[in-house]
Nanobody
Framework: QVQLVESGGGLVQTGDSLRLSCAAS??????????MAWFRQAPGKEREFVAA???????????DSADSVKGRFTISGDTAKNTVYLRMNSLKAEDTAVYYC??????????????????WGQGTQVTVSS
């Protein structure tokens, strides 16, 4: 079993920045074998892909983000800490949502879809006030 715990959400103003963290743990969890991702869900909307990441040793295998956040959000990870981050800059009101961390064993071809992920965090609220 894998546990994912998000943190770093909050209430900010348009143009501000936030960094979300997702700490993964589990007796057999191996960070290098997992694709780690961020999704978000706004009220009344479906959960949508934000960014995905996988690093193993010194190799970065995946660092991708949705078009709606490209150039503003950056996903990264620390294998030593089993933690993935989402740096969010130039926040907009439409970024308001609950942000969820997810994990899936690699390989995962369709990493933008929620169905491929095995583990989810409880979510952290991000509210951007305009």
């Amino acid at each position: 079993q894998v546990q994912l715990v998000e943190s770093g959400g909050g209430l900010v103003q348009t143009g501000d920045s936030l960094r979300l963290s997702c700490a993964a743990s589990g007796r057999t969890f191996n960070f290098s074998r997992y694709i780690m991702a961020w999704f978000r869900q706004a009220p009344g909307k479906e959960r949508e892909f934000v960014a995905a990441f996988r690093r193993s040793g010194g190799n970065l295998y995946l660092a991708d983000s949705a078009d709606s956040v490209k150039g503003r959000f950056t996903i990264s990870g620390d294998t030593a800490k089993n933690t993935v981050y989402l740096r969010m800059n130039s926040l907009k009101a439409e970024d308001t949502a609950v942000y969820y961390c997810a994990a899936a064993l690699s390989p995962l071809l369709n990493y933008v879809y929620t169905g491929g992920y095995d583990y989810w965090g409880q979510g952290t609220q991000v509210t951007v006030s305009s």
